[in-house]
C-alpha cells in the first residue's frame, strides 16, 4: 500500500470547453499531515478541493486515495472522504444535536450514539445544542458545521476557508477543533485560506497556488527561508510578485 493517503497526479480542469482553472497540479499528503493550500481569489484552491472530494471530475490526470484512483471508485470518496464547502450552511430550525442525529443516520454508523456525543464534544457548544440553530453565531454554526464532518472520523477531510467571516476568538477556537482532531485521529486534510496566520499555525506543508499551477511547495519555515520572509504572508506577496514579472 502507498506511504501517502492522497496523491494528486498532474490535476488539470477546463470549465466548459474555455476556462482553464487548474493546469497541472500535484501534490502528496501523508496520514495525520495537515497540507494547506494558499493562493489569490480565482487561483483554482476550490476547483481542486472539488476534484478531490469526488464532486468534479478532471480533464485530465489524477487522483490516488491510499493508491487507488478516486475517480474510478467513486465510493472510496463516499466513505472516506469529508469535505466542508466555504459556503455550507445549517438548518436553521433543527437543534444542534438535531442536526448530529441527522448526520449520523446518514452516515449508516452501528453506534449512532456514541457518533452524536463525539461530534457532541468536538463541537464544543454544549448545552447551546438544545437550541435551534437559528440563534447560532457564525462562529457557532461554523463549529457545528466542522463537527458534522469530522464526527465520522474520515480519513481525509478537505476544508473550504475553514475559519472564513470568523472572529479572532471563534478562529482560534476552531484551528485548535482541526488540530486536536487531527493529533487524535491520524486524519489527513486538505485546506484552503486565505489567512496565512492560520495556515502557519495549522499545516505542516503548503502549497502557493497561482493561476491554476502551483509554484511553491513546502513547510512553513522552508518557504519563509526561501523568500527571506519573516512570515508567511510576506512570503506570499514576494512570491507572487515574482510570478507577474
Ligand atoms: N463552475 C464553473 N464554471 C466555469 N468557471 C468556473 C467554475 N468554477 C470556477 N470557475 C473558474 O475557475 C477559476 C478558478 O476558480 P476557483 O473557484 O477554483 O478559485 P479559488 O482559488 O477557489 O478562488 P477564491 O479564492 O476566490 O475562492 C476561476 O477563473 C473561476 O472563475
Known sequence: MSDYRLQVIDLHKIYNNKVYAVKGISFNIKPGEIFGLIGPNGAGKTTTLRIIAGLLKPTRGKVL??????????????????????????????TGYEHLKLYAMLYEVEDIEEMIKYGAELSGLEDKLRE?????????????????????????????????????????????????????????????????LEVEYL??????????????????????????????????????????K
Open 65 to 94: 486515495f491510499e493508491g487507488v484512483n478516486l475517480h474510478e471508485n467513486i465510493d472510496i470518496a463516499k466513505k472516506n472522504i469529508s469535505y466542508l464547502p466555504e459556503e455550507a450552511g445549517v438548518y436553521s430550525r433543527l
Open 203 to 244: 499545516c505542516d506543508r503548503v502549497a502557493f497556488i497561482y493561476q491554476g499551477k502551483i509554484f511553491v511547495e513546502g513547510t512553513p519555515k522552508e518557504i519563509k527561508d526561501l523568500y527571506g520572509a519573516d512570515n508567511l504572508e510576506e512570503a506570499f506577496v514576494k512570491a507572487v510578485e515574482e510570478t507577474r
Open 132 to 196: 435551534r440553530a437559528e440563534t447560532y453565531s457564525k462562529g457557532m454554526k461554523r463549529r457545528l458545521l466542522l463537527a458534522l464532518v469530522l464526527m465520522r472520523k474520515p480519513a481525509m477531510a478537505i476544508l473550504d476557508e475553514p475559519t472564513s467571516g470568523l472572529d479572532v476568538y471563534a478562529s482560534v477556537k476552531v484551528r485548535q477543533m482541526i488540530k486536536e482532531y487531527v493529533k487524535e485521529t491520524n486524519s489527513s486534510v486538505l485546506l484552503s485560506s486565505h489567512n496565512m
